[in-house]
């Protein structure tokens, strides 16, 4: 049974910095691409960014570009997203999916206080 786990949300101070996990199972992490993707209230669901199935190619959204690093760990199974700097407008549930699959994760709260 394919699961994606994330966690390391919570709330924290805009400026600061914080380190989402998401780890994988039920399927081999390494042949696959992975993504994380954040929704705040009332907007549709945005990618923040994406890697590939070794990490060494990464894409991100413009917002976030300079400010957030995608990373894995293949044996462990695990894609990361380190955030730093974080704005207000970072506040948003975050997402976790496997690329080319309908694979999602039930997705973790960051919330960023002024």
């Known amino acids: 049974q394919v699961q994606l786990v994330e966690s390391g949300g919570g709330t924290v101070q805009a400026g600061g910095s914080l380190r989402i996990s998401c780890a994988a199972s039920?399927?081999?992490?390494?042949?696959?691409?992975m993504a994380w993707y954040h929704q705040a209230p009332g907007k549709e669901r945005e990618l923040v960014g994406l890697t590939d199935r070794s990490g060494d190619i990464t894409h991100y959204a413009d917002s976030v570009k300079g400010r957030f690093t995608i990373s894995r760990h293949n044996a462990e199974n695990t894609v990361y997203l380190q955030m730093n700097k974080l704005k207000s407008e970072d506040t948003a549930v975050y997402y976790c999916?496997?690329?080319?699959?309908?694979?999602w994760g039930q997705g973790t709260q960051v919330t960023v206080s002024p």
């Open positions: 999916k496997t690329l080319g699959t309908n694979y």
């Open positions: 039920g399927f081999t992490f390494s042949s696959y691409g």
